[in-house]
């Protein structure tokens, strides 16, 4: 057998992905005709045909399979040795591209991004926030700042802090519920998921309660936002109203916090090979102490 064309690797891992040549070429920024020759000579150079054509249908066949298993995690241990010898390369003045979650990235991180550049002037942080789980190796990011449940392979996962699930509510609610319990939240204009409320009720030792929220968000920064407006009452992660409950923007309503959906964790994920990369053991560094302090970002 003649040596692997590796060049056409990244092709044939895609057209297996998507099973269809015109969808990879658009991935790929190819013409059809341009993957088409690629599998092609990737098929004569093996001796042996990878896919099954159906028409105009395209599948893996058991040694497409065979060559996937192994094509795949070699690809990815390339991408990782390519980042973190660009990484390596970088010199004194590096940049750390990061995804994270846009209610994260709000209510948390940019308030403090002050005091990062003044611990490390010479490290930037490049936010992309997204509600997206990013291919973190794929899009090119150095890490992940990301809820769940640390199970993100082939990434590495940090955990950051445990955050359970809070009620807060503008300092007029907060007065207007002074002295009274979960009943008396029960009656209020509720912002957010109805299930996430209905499993609060519960574990406060009420009885099931139906919940019609006035109004439910796909981002716990926006619910605050309403929360602070006086719009309802939220029910959200501990980490992302701390600065408002610092501030008496907010108030905590009830001394019950819950978990739910084994979600309640942040952490930091990155590719193995960045493991050792002095910028993202900085981060992971900083980002421990500041979530330890629990300090708003002026260093309350």
């Known amino acids: 057998m003649s040596r692997l064309p590796l060049h056409v690797l990244p092709t044939f891992c895609t057209v297996a992905r998507l099973a269809n040549l015109r969808a990879a070429a658009d991935e790929l920024h190819l013409t059809h005709s341009a993957v088409s020759q690629q599998i092609k000579l990737l098929e004569e150079q093996l001796g042996f045909q990878v896919f099954d054509r159906r028409g105009r249908r395209i599948a893996l066949n058991a040694a497409g ?81 990301r809820q769940g449940s ?89 980490v992302l109203a701390v600065d408002a409950l610092a501030d008496g923007r907010l108030m905590r309503l009830h001394p019950l916090g819950i978990e739910h959906d084994g979600s309640d964790s942040y952490y930091l994920a990155y590719p193995p090979a960045l493991a050792e990369w002095p910028p993202i053991q900085a981060l992971l560094q900083w980002l421990r102490e500041e979530l330890r302090a629990g300090t708003g970002p002026a260093g309350r």
Not at 71 to 95: C, K, T
Not at 161 to 188: F, K, M
Not at 189 to 215: K, M, S, Y
């Open 150 to 238: 640390g199970h993100w392979p082939p990434l590495v996962a940090q955990r950051l802090v445990d955050s359970p699930l809070v009620v807060v509510g503008s300092p007029a609610a907060a007065r207007r519920l002074l002295g009274q319990g979960a009943a008396a939240i029960a009656h209020e204009a509720l912002l957010g998921n109805p299930g996430v409320w209905e499993h609060w009720f519960e574990q406060a030792g009420l009885a099931r309660q139906r919940i019609n929220p006035v109004a439910t968000f796909n981002d716990a920064g926006l619910m605050l936002q309403a929360a602070e407006q006086n719009l309802g009452l939220a029910i959200v992660r501990e």
């Open 65 to 145: 399979r065979a060559l996937l298993r192994s094509a795949g995690p070699a690809l990815a241990m390339l991408d990782e040795g390519m980042q973190a010898a660009a990484a390596a390369a970088a010199g004194s003045e590096q940049r750390v591209r990061l995804t994270v979650l846009p209610s994260f990235a709000q209510r948390w991180l940019l308030p403090r991004m002050g005091r990062w550049h003044a611990a490390h002037p010479r490290i930037a942080l490049e936010i992309d926030a997204s509600q997206q789980l990013v291919d973190v190796q794929r899009e090119g990011y150095h890490a992940a700042l």
